[in-house]
């Protein structure tokens, strides 16, 4: 039996009750997302009125909670983000390589994250849809995000919940719960790492993590390099470890 998932809960009980702990100087590091490479986006401000983002990135493979979307395969991810005060919408897109013949994903994301008393919360909707699906098939899904982060000095702690009603054609239910952490090194170094569990309500439960770190080549250039592995990396290749490398632009 794999003994890293008993690891993973006891670090993650830490991290929950460090996350109610006392406030520290807030910094810029970002958690690891879970939808993409984590590397970082430089921050805006929206407070004069909308801002518009653009990055493009390149990987050497498209992982999703643990999981190979691309068939260990190289990805290339484009992303648009408009944001107004504590409010944004993106759309974006990325090639994927699935079985059932599905050409590429389009992404569409909108929330609301507010903040309170120095913690920062995410509140938001996610969908993931698929091109050139087979007529049987239809994997699109909706999200909703629950997610709070906190600064502790050089450190930040987030923990972030995901809900679907219907999970990537399974016609049921999908629960992924996470904690992810990141501490800047230096001003263009840091490191991060998350951990997670999906839950699938059609069954295939599974525990995931990553940890890496990613480096400011030069201004809003940002190259990542990151181990991603699963509790079921002995039964599938798509779940099996995973070292990535990647390349972030952003305008």
């Not at 993409?36 to 430089?42: G, I, L, S």
């Not at 920062?120 to 997610?147: M, P, S």
């Not at 080549?217 to 699963?230: G, H, S, W």
Request: charged share 20%; hydrophobic share 40%.
């Amino acid at each position: 039996m794999n003994k890293f998932p008993t690891v993973l809960i006891t670090a993650m009980i830490v991290a929950i009750c460090l996350a109610s702990g006392t406030a520290l100087a807030d910094n810029n590091a970002t958690p690891a997302e879970s939808n993409a490479p984590p590397v970082k986006t430089p921050e805006t401000d929206s407070s004069a009125g909308p801002v518009f983002n653009f990055s493009v990135t390149g990987a050497t493979n498209y992982i999703f909670r643990g999981i190979s979307q691309t068939d260990n395969n190289p990805a290339v991810f484009a992303k648009a983000m408009v944001s107004y005060q504590d409010f944004y919408f993106g759309v974006g897109g990325e090639n994927v390589d699935f079985s059932h013949r599905t050409e590429g994903e389009y992404d569409l994301s909108a929330g609301w994250k507010p903040t309170l008393d120095d913690f920062n919360f995410d509140l938001g909707w996610i969908r993931y849809g698929y091109i050139n699906q087979l007529a049987n098939v239809d994997a699109d899904t909706d999200e909703f995000k629950a997610a709070v982060s906190h600064a502790f000095g050089p450190a930040h702690l987030g923990v972030a919940v995901f809900y679907t009603p219907n999970y990537f054609a399974t016609d049921s239910d999908g629960v992924y719960g996470e904690v992810n952490a990141a501490y800047k090194i230096i001003d263009d170094l840091s490191a991060s790492g998350a951990i997670g569990r999906q839950h699938i309500g059609a069954g295939g439960d599974y525990d995931t993590w990553n940890i890496g770190g990613d480096y400011t080549v030069i201004k809003n250039i940002v190259v990542d390099l990151r181990y991603y592995d699963t509790d079921e990396n002995h039964s599938n290749k798509l779940y099996g470890n995973h070292v990535v490398a990647a390349i972030k632009a952003s305008f």
